[in-house]
């Protein structure tokens, strides 16, 4: 198993699947954090907000990583379907299930250094924009800090999610559709529709865990549960398909 992780850390850091979306990542969630700042400027000069709360929206923004770090995930095992390599990799393992196992460990810690790297970019943001050549000093408080954890939290787990969802789809181009689709529209269109069914919905689940502050969001605790459900489900089917159909 030992060897076989090895060969999946090596393959993670391999070609343009895992600084891509992490670049992209980073440029949607500055312009994000910049426009917060930006605006909320102008609201403390209106006496309308105070720094305390733009702080915590400059640094909420860096949630936007959760997506590209499942994004790499997707495309960490899609590629090799696209590629054809999945088969060399299964034979090279021994096991559909050790291949599996492995691919689940590596990628959950690259979406720990995902995460890692969007908590430190929020709080160079934080203070950056917020500083006082700027115009306006940050304010760190608890609920800062909080945020700041569900950031990282939501964006580890968010790399086995688009994991799963590239085990279950193959198809890369199909996947990343997917993962978008689900964060970017689905999921927000139906909280737009129905916000206490769709509170049980991954993406809107996570949105608790980052402290978006919507009073119709689930409590912590029982969002992670959410999540760590809809992980179960993932995982389940992902490890159930690939271990019944073809490989190629």
Same mark, same amino acid.
């Given at each position: 198993?030992? =060897? ?5 850390? /090596?393959? /993670? ?11 992209? +990542?980073?440029? *949607?969630? $500055? *312009? ?11 609201? #403390?000069?209106?006496?309308?907000? =105070?720094?305390?709360? @733009? ?12 997506? $590209? ?5 997707? %495309? ?5 379907? /696209? ?10 393992? +021994? ?9 689940? #460990?590596?990628?959950?810690? *690259? ?8 908590? !430190?970019?929020? @709080?160079?943001? +934080?203070?950056?924009? *917020?500083?006082? !050549? ?12 909080? #945020? &700041? ?6 964006t580890t787990l968010s790399a086995p999610w688009g994991l799963f969802i590239g085990w279950i789809v193959r198809n890369q181009i199909a996947a990343v559709g997917t993962l978008m689709g689900?964060?970017? &529209?689905? =999921?927000?269109? &139906? ?9 049980? &919905?991954?993406? #809107? ?32 089917? /992902? ?7 073809? %490989? @190629?």
């Open positions: 198993m030992r =060897d076989v992780m090895a060969g999946e850390w /090596a393959k /993670a850091w391999s070609g343009k699947a895992w600084w891509l979306p992490a670049a992209f +990542g980073i440029l *949607m969630s $500055f *312009m994000a954090s910049l426009g917060y700042a930006t605006q909320g400027r102008e609201s #403390i000069a209106q006496s309308r907000t =105070d720094a305390g709360a @733009v702080t915590d929206d400059v640094v909420q923004a860096w949630m936007m990583m959760l997506l $590209f770090a499942s994004l790499y995930g997707a %495309v960490s095992v899609a590629r090799e379907y /696209a590629t054809g390599t999945i088969a060399r990799s299964v034979l090279l393992s +021994g096991s559909r299930t050790r291949l599996f196992s492995a691919k689940l #460990i590596v990628t959950t810690a *690259m979406g720990a250094l995902y995460g890692v790297l969007a908590v !430190g970019l929020a @709080v160079a943001s +934080g203070w950056g924009l *917020m500083a006082p !050549g700027a115009g306006h000093r940050p304010v760190w408080t608890r609920e800062t800090w909080l #945020i &700041l954890l569900g950031v990282f939290v939501c689900f964060t970017l &529209l689905l =999921d927000p269109g &139906l909280q737009a529709l129905f916000p206490q069914g769709a509170k049980y &919905l991954m993406t #809107i689940a996570m949105s608790s865990v980052y402290r978006d502050g919507k009073p119709e969001l689930l409590s912590e605790p029982l969002a992670l549960l959410v999540i760590a459900g809809w992980l179960a489900a993932a995982a389940f089917l /992902a490890r159930k398909l690939l271990t019944s159909r073809d %490989v @190629v």
